[in-house]
Structures are given as structure tokens and as C-alpha cells.
């Protein structure tokens, strides 16, 4: 499950002071949480991840268990300080069937850096939800003061708007996801975060971050896309890949032409 807080449109800045992740206590964070910023090297935020496993006494968790592919929530929080306002989502994959040139000309002028010499075999994109208005988050501030109800929850509606795609490929015998998103803020659950291994690198030269459990290998770095700069997050998973072989993947990826 892969969860997305979808700010990116610019009229949804005028109320991010309402729209934030909620996060745990703060005596908790250094035992369920790692929060991870990736920079471009003039400093300027791409991406921004937060890492947990999921706490059962946590409302936000325990919403976010029951979000089916395909499904979005808008949570308002009340006692979380002055109150938060998260936005939730579980990507449905849907199968592209008109082969990877039909979809790269879908998303141009935006070009991306795909995996070479491996061997395509199958294409989902993901399609994402709208962002609540200020009037919405409004409402659901105020039914929770009017009725008393800490947890106040929206459904979020989903859109024909393209946000990602996971192409599989196999190389060297070996299958492997490759993934692509435009939005940059994310929330990753994984099985346990102290048998988790957290590995802080470069790939291509960008910020990167490699995580290990049980032989799941997922390697997540952000990127600027060379025409319109718009801010990339790459994703790599694998089972039981050599460090070698993943890694060789991601710093060789290039513009399909």
C-alpha cells in the first residue's frame, strides 16, 4: 500500500497550514517513524516520506488498514494540538494495454528515465484524487467542534488525473518494479520498523534512501525531470536481488527516445 498526501496543485497552498500529516508522539518517533526530506543541491525540497509500521491504538492506522486499491479518506484529527487535517489514499493499479511508447507520448512534454537492457512485461498506471476545498476542511473542523467527535472522516473523490505508473521488468533472471510518481509526499508502512534496515545514499546523484527486510529490497530516490523540472520520485523493489543488480539498474536508467 503505498499512501499519498496529494498537495502538489498550487491552490492547495493557501491551506497546508490545515493540511499535514499526523504524526506520533514525540517520545514514540525514533521507534515507529523515520521522516525523510529528499533535496535538490541548491536545498529545494522533491520529496518528502515518511516510514512507519502500523501502530493498532493509532485512529489514523487504523483508517488508513481499511482503505481498499482505489479508495481515498480526508481525516481531521481534533486532538492532535490544534487539530490536523490528513489526506489519505490507496492507489488502485490499473493495467495500461497500449505498450510504453502509447504512455510516454500520454505524458508528454514530460519525459522519463526508464530501466535498459530488461526485458518489459507489464504496465500499471495509478489515477489520483481530488485535494478537499478550504470550505471542506472548514466543515469538517466545525462538525467536529458542533458534535464532539475527535475523528471526523471524508471520502476523497478520485479523477481521471495520471499520478504514476509500475512497470515491471526482468533482468538477469530476476523481476523487479519500477515505479514512477509525480506526487511527492508519501507515507510507506512496513511489517516492523526495528527489523527494518534504513540505508541513506546517492543514486544518479540525488538523495536516496535503501530499505532491507527479510530480503524485500526497495530503493526510493527523487529527481528533477530534465525539460520541466518537475520534482520525479523513482521507486525500485525487488525480492531476493542482489545489492549489486538493483542498485546497477537505477544508476543506468535513461530517456527512452
Known amino acids: 500500500m503505498r499512501n499519498i498526501d496529494e498537495n502538489n496543485e498550487p ?19 525514533r521507534k515507529v517513524m523515520e521522516q525523510i526530506e529528499f533535496q535538490n543541491e541548491n536545498g529545494d525540497m522533491l520529496a518528502s516520506i515518511r516510514i512507519d509500521s ?9 483508517i488508513i488498514q481499511n482503505l481498499k486499491p482505489g479508495m481515498g479518506k480526508a481525516i481531521y484529527v481534533a486532538d492532535q ?13 490499473v ?11 500520454l505524458i508528454s512534454p514530460l519525459r522519463l528515465c526508464l530501466p535498459i537492457n530488461a526485458e518489459l512485461l507489464d504496465i500499471s498506471i495509478y489515477y489520483g484524487f481530488d485535494n478537499l476545498s478550504e470550505e471542506e476542511i472548514d466543515d469538517m473542523v466545525s462538525e467536529s467542534k458542533v458534535t464532539g467527535k475527535l475523528v471526523i472522516v471524508r ?10 505508473m509500475n512497470l515491471i521488468y526482468r533482468k538477469d533472471g530476476k523481476s523487479f518494479e519500477f515505479r514512477i510518481f509525480n506526487t511527492t509526499k508519501s507515507r510507506i508502512h512496513v511489517p516492523d520498523m526495528e527489523m527494518e534496515k534504513i540505508e541513506y545514499l546517492q543514486i544518479r546523484g540525488n538523495e536516496a534512501v535503501y530499505l532491507t527486510n527479510s530480503g524485500r529490497q526497495h530503493l526510493i530516490w527523487a529527481e528533477e525531470e530534465t525539460g520541466t523540472k518537475k520534482a520525479l520520485q523513482y521507486e525500485l523493489l525487488a525480492d531476493s536481488c542482489s545489492r549489486d543488480l538493483l542498485f546497477g539498474i537505477a544508476n543506468s536508467i535513461t530517456e527512452l527516445i
Not at 11 to 29: C, D, T
Open 11 to 29: 491552490w492547495i497552498l493557501s491551506i497546508r497550514s490545515k493540511v499535514n500529516s499526523v504524526y506520533p508522539p514525540e517520545n514514540l518517533k
Open 54 to 62: 502500523y501502530q493498532e491504538d493509532d485512529v489514523m492506522d487504523t
Open 155 to 164: 471520502d476523497l473523490q478520485p479523477n481521471n488525473v495520471l499520478v504514476g
Open 81 to 93: 494540538g490544534k487539530g490536523t487535517v490528513s489526506q489519505q489514499t490507496n492507489y488502485k493499479a
Open 95 to 105: 493495467k495500461w494495454e497500449n505498450g510504453i511508447k502509447a504512455l510516454l507520448n
